[in-house]
Antibody, heavy 119, light 109 residues
């Protein structure tokens, strides 16, 4: 049974870099699929941030591309998100998710982690 | 970027009734590149429908999807207590970004 678990600081100061990691269990990410991040500001809708393949190939949301870096660590079976120069608008629940093998929809999600940007 | 507009914003129905949720795209997302998700409070979204009309694994057959191009519908044939939640559509027919609608809240009347 494949499971995803997000981890990282719950509080980040404005202008700093948000860093999150998603640990994958039950499946070796080096075996395939794209793995990604989606966020949801409190009380609002969903926004796809970007996705990464085990080879390091990435797709980013153009609206966030200048601030986003994703990486993958196959030895630890996890992938990571860095979002730089954060503001209060980046406060959200951040989900990691697995892309389906058949298209750019997401068939497995982590439980999410709330990141608050505040001084 | 393709913008998805869901309607209504809130839908109030009773147990056993039929729910019809709409998702309209600002431009064609292709014949079937549309997914639906269900989200309950404090939980991650769960995939319900992909390819506009295919149910994901374990999804009851009271959930069905239809549509193509710019107009899509999620139908829940007979509402059960566990169906009251927020529903999101997502398009994946164009190059990134893979956008979501703003959601429809289905509440008990």
């Amino acid at each position: 049974q494949v499971q995803l678990q997000e981890s990282g600081p719950g509080l980040v100061k404005p202008s700093e870099t948000l860093s999150l990691t998603c640990a994958v269990s039950g499946y070796f990410i080096s075996s395939g699929y794209y793995w990604g991040w989606i966020r949801q500001p409190p009380g609002k809708g969903l926004e796809w941030i970007g996705s990464i393949y085990h080879s390091g190939s990435t797709y980013y949301n153009p609206s966030l591309k200048s601030r986003v870096t994703m990486s993958v660590d196959t030895s630890k079976n996890q992938f990571s998100l860095k979002l730089s120069s954060v503001t209060a608008a980046d406060t959200a629940v951040y989900y990691c998710a697995k892309r389906s093998g058949y298209g750019w929809y997401f068939d497995l999600w982590g439980r999410g982690t709330l990141v608050t940007v505040s001084s | 970027e393709i913008v998805l507009t869901q309607s209504p914003g809130t839908l109030s129905l009773s147990l056993g009734e039929r729910a019809t949720l709409s998702c309209r795209a600002s431009q064609s997302v292709g014949s079937s590149y549309l997914a639906w998700y269900q989200q309950k409070p404090g939980q991650a979204p769960r995939l319900l429908i992909y390819g506009a009309s295919s149910r994901a694994t374990g999804i009851p057959d009271r959930f069905s999807g239809s549509g193509s191009g710019t107009d899509f519908t999620l139908t829940i044939s007979r509402l059960e207590p566990e169906d009251f939640a927020v529903y999101y559509c997502q398009q994946y027919g164009s190059s990134p970004p893979y956008s979501f609608g703003q959601g429809t809240k289905l509440e008990i009347k």
